[in-house]
């Protein structure tokens, strides 16, 4: 929120209400109350509010997102061009690997998976399309990053700071910052076990016009991705999908 910028404390407790109704894969008004710590008839008056207009929907004692937020975040995802151009080379690129190919982008300083395609040996992940996660914790995020000027990607620690995921995570901004000059340096990012234990991630930028518009990462198994097929074979591979991205960017 920019600063001395209002805020509307009825719309907050809206969206604290739809997000916790996500995380909790539905909730009834009790129980939902109890998690905010807000008081049972205030989350009763919002949830029949997003009801009546058609936001949520209830299943006897039980609330949980509408089908309307799927169309939402369907005009919001193809309102970048990336979306639209992005998918098929992403296809491509989990058929050749047989791994999980992602495309993301960054807003409001998270990483947001906005298209996946599963390869022949993909293995099943926690991510979907919409799926919010901290930069600092991926191949992609650190990608990205890596090519944010330093003062923009400054204030997304000071923002979000630097959970850690596992015990691999990057948890000292310095030892960050250093990570992502080794980055910009070889051209991609790996993440090994960072955020998700046992998985291993390679992601190189996407950009267009010298501006980083996301990210393309695959992620698989350490027990696959790994020695010379992580580091030799597959940067070359992943670099080549993007390099076709950022010209149908730029001129298609």
Not at 24 to 41: F, N, Q, Y
Not at 113 to 128: L, R
Not at 172 to 181: G, S
Request: aromatic share 6%; glycine share 8%.
């Amino acid at each position: 929120m920019e600063s001395g910028a209002p805020s509307v404390q009825a719309t907050e407790t809206s969206l604290r209400i739809i997000e916790a109704l996500v995380d909790r894969e539905g909730s009834g008004v009790t129980e939902l109350a109890h998690h905010l710590d807000l008081p049972k008839s205030t989350v009763y008056n919002h949830l029949k509010t997003l009801e009546r207009n058609e936001y949520v929907v209830k299943h006897d004692d039980m609330y949980d997102v509408g089908l309307r937020f799927l169309q939402l975040g369907d005009y919001a995802r193809n309102q970048r061009r990336l979306s639209r151009i992005g998918p098929p080379e992403v296809d491509k690129l989990a058929e050749e690997t047989g791994e999980m190919a992602n495309l993301l982008v960054e807003e409001h300083g998270r990483g947001v998976f906005i298209y996946k395609s599963k390869g022949s040996n993909a293995v099943h992940m926690d991510t979907h399309d919409g799926k919010r996660v901290h930069l600092h914790t991926t191949a992609f995020g650190k990608a990205i990053m890596a090519y944010l000027p330093r003062e923009r990607v400054d204030e997304i620690i000071d923002k979000h700071g630097l959970p850690e995921a596992t015990s691999a995570t990057i948890t000292n901004r310095e030892d960050l910052f250093d990570e992502l000059e080794l980055i910009r340096e070889r051209g991609y990012a790996f993440d090994l076990e960072e955020r998700l234990k046992g998985l291993h991630c390679i992601a190189v930028p996407i950009m267009k016009n010298e501006t980083i518009v996301g990210g393309l990462s695959i992620s698989g198994p350490k027990s696959r991705m790994n020695g010379d097929w992580l580091r030799e074979e597959l940067p070359s591979i992943i670099q080549g999908t993007a390099n076709v991205i950022e010209v149908n960017l730029t001129y298609g």
